[in-house]
């Protein structure tokens, strides 16, 4: 079969035989150069990379009666009359070394007691921290919800029908021929993945506005059996979400904070081993949960070497590259195999701002030392831990709120997001500062942000 190539050239580079005949014999000199004047700007059009900005996002706040102290979590924990006292002194091990304050928040549904978990309820969950994100985003930017073109929203364990992307439509009257998307079962990395898929879709449908959703669940998926591996997701998810406003429109640069410069995704699916160390499943009681394995930190670190080696290239100065390789060169020519003689390139040199996925206390203490990160680039997303736990997918945007709510947002300053999840999963995101990022009344962090950084012990 003959295959035909097409080459995209500009105008300009065609003779004058070449131009009539591509705009038609017998046309006049003013004709030509009309022509000539149309195919240009076609061909601009199409070559000019199209640029991706965010517009504003903002993160759901719990009431203060969502709130759930250390020790009234405990004493519901104490309560339960199917767990056995080893679960019990499990759960309260981890939750002390968890780095987890008094303020963070889970559905009033699972403070009863016994715990209530019905469909009603997580309903109700999702509604309210969907609903609250979205009106407040567009409220703050003064958006028509039918001014939305694309879509996407993420909530890993609960995927409902109709879709939680049905159900934003539904509740804010948005347009028939709105593209919309929904993902579950993409764990904690799903607000990068969001973001990549926003990215691919605005680069397509030129100057179209996308509304991301990222959230999760707890309510159904509260784990009530005696597995340690399962009863760690009760000691650390916490309620959240976030709205995020992404366009690819020039006309929005004005008022956008931040420009997309890259989005970096690796999957290890394929490995056993790393396909199984976040998984859902039943216990030997026939109670569902999500297991994490002891693999988890392992498996993380594999992964953000995979990243990483894909992002570098992209972002690190070719003097950072240039040692690393050479690096590299000596340890196999010198057979030194130790991770310790290693170079690691220097991640700073390409990022003023770090924002790390708060799977836990020691997804932190990994990054920080994989990275040779310091206190304060680790600050703002330990400090989401401590405030508000982890909230999954939406866990990056709160330490990227943090980071305004502190002014340290300047014009020109790059920032990673980098976030892991099951399958397994490591995404990462890196954004540029358009201007300076003043703070507004819709930051979660902005009435108690003086109070931090607060000291978490080292337990």
């Not at 002194?89 to 780095?99: H, N, T, V």
């Not at 059996?225 to 004005?254: E, P, Q, V, Y």
Request: charged residues 20%; positive net charge; glycine residues 4%.
């Amino acid at each position: 079969m003959n295959q035909t190539t097409i080459h995209i050239v500009s105008p300009f580079s065609l003779t004058m035989s070449e131009l009539k005949t591509l705009i038609g014999s017998g046309g006049s000199v003013v004709e030509i150069f009309a022509g000539l004047l149309v195919l240009h700007l076609i061909y601009q059009r199409i070559r000019t990379r199209v640029k991706v900005y965010l517009l504003d996002f903002t993160c759901y706040r719990a009431p203060d009666s969502n709130r759930v102290p250390m020790s009234t979590l405990i004493e519901t924990i104490y309560l339960d009359d199917k767990l056995d006292q080893e679960s019990i002194d499990f759960q309260a091990r981890i939750l002390e070394r968890s780095w987890l304050s008094n303020q963070t928040s889970i559905p009033p549904s699972l403070m009863e007691i016994p715990l209530k978990k019905s469909l009603s309820s997580v309903q109700i969950e999702t509604m309210t921290t969907i609903f609250t994100s979205v009106e407040d985003l567009l409220k703050k930017n003064k958006l028509s919800p039918r001014s939305i073109d694309i879509l996407i929203t993420n909530c890993s364990l609960h995927s409902p029908t109709p879709s939680l992307s049905a159900m934003v439509i539904n509740k804010f009257h948005m347009r028939s021929n709105i593209k919309s998307f929904n993902l579950s079962g993409m764990g904690c990395a799903a607000g990068v993945l969001s973001v990549g898929l926003a990215n691919d879709l605005l680069k397509v449908h030129r100057g179209s506005l996308a509304l991301i959703i990222s959230t999760e669940a707890l309510n159904t998926h509260w784990y009530i059996g005696k597995g340690r591996s399962m009863l760690l997701t009760n000691c650390l998810f916490r309620m959240g979400a976030a709205a995020i406003l992404m366009s690819s429109d020039n006309h929005d640069r004005g008022n956008a904070k931040y420009e997309l410069l890259h989005v970096v995704r690796t999957n290890k699916a394929k490995d056993d081993r790393a396909y199984r160390c976040i998984y859902q499943d039943i216990d030997s009681e026939e109670k569902q949960g999500v297991s994490i394995t002891k693999d988890v930190i392992s498996v993380a670190g594999e992964m953000l070497k995979m990243n990483l080696t894909s992002l570098g290239p992209l972002v690190l100065p070719y003097l950072e590259q240039f040692q690393y390789v050479i690096q590299r060169i000596l340890n196999k020519k010198l057979k030194i195999y130790k991770s310790s003689s290693s170079y690691t390139p220097n991640f700073k040199t390409a990022f003023e701002h770090f924002c790390i996925h708060t799977g836990g206390r020691a997804v932190i203490q990994s990054m920080e030392m994989n990275l040779n990160l310091t206190k304060e680039d680790i600050e703002p997303s330990k400090m989401t831990l401590h405030r508000f736990g982890n909230t999954s997918s939406s866990s990056i945007w709160y330490a990227l709120s943090y980071l305004e709510a502190k002014r340290r947002m300047k014009e020109g300053d790059r920032v990673l997001q980098i976030a892991f999840g099951s399958g397994f999963k490591c995404n990462s995101a890196v954004w540029r500062c358009i201007r300076d990022v003043e703070p507004n009344t819709e930051n979660k962090w902005l009435d108690f942000i003086d109070s931090y950084p607060v000291d978490v012990p080292l337990l």
